[in-house]
């Protein structure tokens, strides 16, 4: 099974900005980037296919952009503009068999890294 490490969490200052990184130890069609805040169900943030297409959120359109190195299996998320609502443990994950923003179609798991942002 593929094992993901996510790393580039840090406390930021609303308006900053923040690249988080996600290891994968093997290729997949997809990897996406999830985060869960206190007190709240896990969401969606962006999510990238192997073919570098992409999709996005409504709530990070934007300000956020997710990307892939595939030499080096890796998946990027770059975060522009944060706000005190991006506050949350973001997650990188690898889907069942197809990409998409919900949660429920992925079944590999990162440890996941905390973003704090303040206002």
């Known amino acids: 099974q593929v094992k993901l490490v996510e790393s580039g969490g840090a406390s930021v200052e609303a308006g900053g900005s923040l690249r988080l990184s996600c290891v994968a130890s093997?290729?997949?069609?997809?990897l996406g980037w999830f985060r869960q805040a206190p007190g709240k169900e896990r969401e969606g943030v962006a999510a990238a296919y192997s073919d570098d297409n992409t999709l996005y959120k409504d709530y990070v359109k934007g300000r956020f952009t997710v990307s892939r190195d595939k030499a080096k299996n890796t998946l990027y998320l770059y975060m522009n503009n944060l706000k005190a609502e991006d506050t949350a443990v973001y997650y990188c994950?690898?889907?069942?068999?197809?990409?998409?923003?919900?949660?429920?179609?992925?079944?590999?798991w990162g440890q996941g890294t905390q973003v704090t942002v303040s206002s």
């Open positions: 093997e290729r997949t069609l997809c």
């Open positions: 994950a690898a889907p069942i068999s197809y990409c998409s923003l919900e949660s429920e179609h992925y079944n590999r």
